[in-house]
């Protein structure tokens, strides 16, 4: 099992321009939640996926769009890339029972999109 | 204010020397999580509490609910334990979300 993986690991981007992370979660997991984390910060939840519908969101604006696919991996699209959108992306997932149930969730290793 | 609170920002000890984390939070839980982030970014679960204490190798957690208060203590502190420590929270009635401390930096020098 390889856990919860994310592509790509690194990313450059310059404003304006859109972005696409994507996240392929633990096996016989079912909800992909992302997350930012800027340098030196702790991360800051951005929403969560389960039964290819979103189920929370974070204080992120419209911009942060998501999208689960049927296998249960997920995108992370932003638009109109800011300078401030720098930051390493999380993935992490959670066992099979939806949201609500209690597991614990796994992370992937990060997408580190670099925004000029 | 953060709703999860985490000392020292910073920590830089001597090997062998016994580290102790804090975390406090403000708001009721479900659990509590102690992660270990390493430079690059990967994040791997050390303990997931809700009540006492846990062990495991060199590592202990401990947990204080009614003053909502958690401690990571590393014993004989090793360089390879240099790393990012996070103190996360469950809350209730948010769909399990983790919400995070900001993280402790500690760098044991041989």
């Known amino acids: 099992d390889a856990g919860v993986t994310q592509s790509p690991t690194h990313l450059i981007k310059t404003r304006g321009q859109q972005v696409t992370l994507r996240c392929s979660p633990k096996?016989?997991?079912?909800?992909v939640s992302w997350y930012q984390q800027a340098l030196g910060q702790g991360p800051q939840f951005i929403f969560q996926y389960y039964e290819e519908e979103e189920r929370q969101r974070g204080n992120f604006p419209d911009r942060f769009s998501g999208h689960q696919f049927p296998n249960y991996s997920s995108e992370l699209n932003v638009n109109a890339l800011l300078l401030g959108d720098s930051a390493l992306y999380l993935c992490?997932?959670?066992?099979?029972?939806?949201?609500?149930?209690?597991?614990?969730?796994?992370f992937g290793p990060g997408t580190r999109l670099t925004v000029l | 204010k953060n709703e999860v609170e985490q000392s020292p920002q910073n920590l830089t000890a001597q090997e062998g020397e016994f580290i102790t984390i804090n975390c406090s939070y403000s708001?009721?839980?479900?659990?509590l999580h102690w992660l270990q982030q390493h430079p690059g970014g990967g994040i791997v679960s050390l303990f997931m509490?809700?009540?006492g204490k846990k062990k495991h190798g060199r590592l202990i957690a401990t947990i204080n609910i009614q003053e909502k208060h958690s401690s990571l203590h590393i014993t004989a502190s090793h360089p390879r334990d240099s790393a990012v420590y996070i103190c996360?929270?469950?809350?209730?009635?948010?769909?399990?979300?983790?919400?995070f401390g900001t993280g402790t930096s500690l760098t044991v020098i041989p």
């Open positions: 096996s016989g997991h079912d909800t």
């Open positions: 996360a929270v469950v809350r209730f009635n948010t769909g399990n979300q983790f919400y």
């Open positions: 992490a997932s959670r066992g099979r029972g939806g949201p609500l149930s209690y597991n614990e969730q796994f």
């Open positions: 509490l809700s009540s």
């Open positions: 708001v009721g839980i479900s659990a």
